[in-house]
């Protein structure tokens, strides 16, 4: 007779299936227009507590963690993938979105969570939280639709969404740290977030440039411990940081940014294991996302999260962006264009589970409605 199955055993294979039905979804993300993301996250959902599977799964702490590892991984292969020539075509712009756009944002969307009567703290919360696009979702969507945008745009946007996250994460643990005080957000979380960024962002170059030395000193018996290698830097790269309270998303990107730009021991294998990473890391980063969604829990916050979801694409994001990209010289339809891809993914979801960890009090009702408007803001820019 055999032996009963492991738990350790029936985990892997739940999700094993859930990552093959994950993976054959996604290619109605070419026919229908859908952003791959959010097909994940709804088989996520499927399989969860009140889905077809029924698994019960409320850990947001290891939700966290493992969305954090993946998004670093994510991040890096986006700044591997990222030229010189391009950096320079659209940083200066992609700089302005990155850090006013994501406070004017964070900005108007609490002004009109604070319309629908949330309270102020909780309105800037939610504000926080959803303020910045998602990297995963864009690199998506403008890599894989089949859509040929002008360089400079394409770049920008692209640039946009990998760097916007650190001041997204800053204005959400500002956020937190003033509800568990009872205190209000003061001009200090500015000084902290120039210190993040700038920490960020020379220790990211800094360990993209020690990387690319070890990458051609070192000689190894086999190629693939190469990506072995690659994968170890942004780990470091988010690690040392982020300790040092520096930003590590930031770092992370831009350490694969400047690990792409040099000589790089056979790269067309090192990209390829990071390629696979990212396609992994958003499949299992989405899924555990999906499945701490109730959708009961999710109907009942449905007219406001909706309500939020399309002020963010339609009012928040295009009026705060249009007048940012119109003094660096971007033709209207690119404005336009600008204005509406705000695609919102993972991120925000793993911003949402800060207040939860801090012990805030109903911010589990926050989390499903940051949900409908990634949701929201995943369908409407991303299908179009």
């Known amino acids: 007779m055999l032996a009963e199955p492991t738990p350790t055993a029936l985990i892997l294979l739940t999700l094993g299936v859930l990552m093959v039905a994950s993976v054959i979804f996604s290619r109605a993300s070419g026919k229908t227009g859908l952003p791959v993301a959010l097909l994940f996250l709804i088989v996520g959902m499927l399989a969860g507590e009140e889905g077809v599977l029924g698994i019960r799964f409320e850990d947001y702490r290891f939700a966290f963690r493992i969305g954090t590892a993946a998004l670093v991984l994510i991040l890096f292969d986006g700044g591997l993938n990222t030229a010189r020539e391009a950096i320079q075509r659209g940083i200066k712009p992609a700089l302005v979105l990155a850090t006013v756009g994501v406070v004017g944002t964070a900005l108007l969307l609490a002004i009109g969570a604070r319309l629908l009567g949330f309270s102020w703290p909780i309105a800037i919360l939610l504000g926080s939280i959803v303020s910045s696009t998602d990297a995963a979702a864009v690199f998506t969507v403008l890599r894989s639709s089949g859509i040929h945008l002008k360089k400079r745009l394409g770049t920008t946007l692209e640039l946009e969404s990998g760097m916007n996250d650190p001041m997204a994460v800053i204005l959400t643990v500002a956020a937190t740290d003033a509800l568990v005080a009872h205190e209000t957000i003061g001009w200090a979380m500015l000084g902290e977030a120039i210190i993040q960024l700038i920490v960020g962002g020379v220790l990211g170059i800094v360990i993209g440039l020690l990387g690319r030395i070890l990458?051609?000193?070192?000689?190894?018996?086999?190629?693939?411990?190469?990506?072995?290698?690659?994968?170890?830097?942004?780990?470091?790269?988010?690690?040392?940081?982020?300790?040092?309270?520096?930003?590590?998303?930031?770092?992370?990107?831009?350490?694969?940014?400047?690990?792409?730009?040099?000589?790089?021991?056979?790269?067309?294998?090192?990209?390829?294991?990071?390629?696979?990473?990212?396609?992994?890391?958003?499949?299992?980063?989405?899924?555990?996302?999906?499945?701490?969604?109730?959708?009961?829990?999710?109907?009942?916050?449905?007219?406001?999260?909706?309500?939020?979801?399309?002020?963010?694409?339609?009012?928040?994001?295009?009026?705060?962006?249009?007048?940012?990209?119109?003094?660096?010289?971007?033709?209207?339809?690119?404005?336009?264009?600008?204005?509406?891809?705000?695609?919102?993914?993972?991120?925000?979801?793993?911003?949402?589970?800060?207040?939860?960890?801090?012990?805030?009090?109903?911010?589990?009702?926050?989390?499903?409605?940051?949900?409908?408007?990634?949701?929201?803001?995943?369908?409407?820019?991303?299908?179009?």
């Not at 701490?292 to 979801?309: E, F, M, N, Y």
């Open 215 to 384: 990458l051609a000193q070192v000689r190894l018996s086999a190629s693939g411990m190469y990506a072995v290698l690659t994968v170890a830097v942004a780990f470091i790269a988010f690690g040392v940081p982020t300790l040092l309270w520096g930003s590590g998303i930031l770092a992370a990107y831009l350490a694969g940014v400047v690990l792409g730009n040099g000589k790089l021991p056979y790269r067309s294998g090192i990209t390829r294991v990071h390629d696979a990473l990212a396609w992994l890391s958003q499949i299992v980063m989405f899924l555990l996302l999906g499945m701490l969604v109730t959708p009961s829990d999710l109907l009942r916050v449905a007219p406001q999260g909706l309500a939020l979801g399309l002020m963010l694409a339609f009012v928040c994001r295009p009026l705060v962006t249009a007048p940012l990209m119109l003094p660096f010289g971007f033709p209207r339809n690119e404005i336009l264009y600008g204005s509406w891809v705000g695609l919102r993914g993972a991120v925000p979801i793993i911003l949402a589970t800060i207040p939860i960890l801090a012990g805030v009090p109903g911010t589990e009702a926050v989390f499903h409605i940051v949900f409908f408007i990634v949701v929201v803001n995943a369908f409407l820019p991303g299908a179009t």
